[in-house]
């Protein structure tokens, strides 16, 4: 993975990423819920950018909870540190660091989500790094865009492919962008979301 080609498209991005975020709002929601998490958990939002699945997880695990953010942008990462700072949240730390290396504790989270972060399902180091992190019987859930079939797919993957170029550095495995990580973990189900052009993955570490 060119971590340093990540860095530079988000230098950009960090300054419109917020808006773009509304059309995602619903599978956003539908992602955290899959991760079934019970106040007390921990939870690691891998990729998560200007953190705005924090507010969701945060008041998903409650006071007693936490969560991790990690994410190698510091652009987008600063934005996320100022959100955290307006909420005064205790229980949410953020770190900088490429996905793929390692630099999490062995199962020492209870739920894992990757909400549209293309660039890490298609590495298997850092799916890897995310699967040592999870506690055995622990949820993984992994979302984003992907490219759809039929005729749908004729009228909508280049408008999905388009602004996917602006976010991604990599865009093989997008017809089944959740295959690597299928392949790692036990129980795994797929629903498609946004007529087939998003999708929402969960599996269980076994
Ligand atoms: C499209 S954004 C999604 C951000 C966030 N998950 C959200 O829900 O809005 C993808 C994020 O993945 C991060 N990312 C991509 N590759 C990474 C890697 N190897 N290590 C850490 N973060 C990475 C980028 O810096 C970016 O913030």
């Known amino acids: 993975m060119d971590i340093e080609a990540i860095k530079r498209k988000y230098r950009r991005n960090a300054v419109?990423?917020?808006?773009?975020?509304?059309?995602l709002r619903s599978v956003r929601e539908r992602a955290v819920a899959k991760l079934e998490l019970r106040p007390g958990d921990s939870v690691l939002d891998f990729g998560c950018g200007t953190g705005l699945s924090l507010v969701l997880l945060q008041r998903a695990v409650g006071q007693q909870g936490r969560v991790l953010g990690v994410d190698a942008s510091p652009d987008m990462l600063a934005r996320a540190r100022r959100l955290v700072a307006q909420h005064g949240w205790t229980t949410v730390r953020l770190v900088e660091a490429n996905a793929e290396d390692d630099s999490l504790e062995t199962d020492s989270?209870?739920?894992v989500l990757c909400f549209y972060t293309h660039d890490i399902l298609q590495s298997d180091a850092a799916i890897e790094r995310?699967?040592?992190?999870?506690?055995?019987g622990g949820r993984i859930v992994a979302a984003g865009a992907r490219r759809t079939t039929g005729v749908r797919g004729l009228m909508l993957n280049p408008v999905t492919m388009s602004y996917s170029r602006t976010a991604i550095t990599n865009l093989d495995g997008f017809d089944r962008p959740w295959a690597r990580l299928e392949r790692r973990v036990g129980?795994?189900?797929?629903?498609?979301?946004l007529l087939g052009t998003a999708y929402i993955a969960r599996g269980i570490k076994t």
């Open 16 to 23: 419109f990423y917020n808006i773009v975020d509304r059309p």
């Open 130 to 136: 995310a699967l040592a992190a999870l506690r055995p």
């Open 109 to 111: 989270v209870d739920a």
């Open 187 to 193: 129980p795994f189900e797929v629903e498609e979301r």
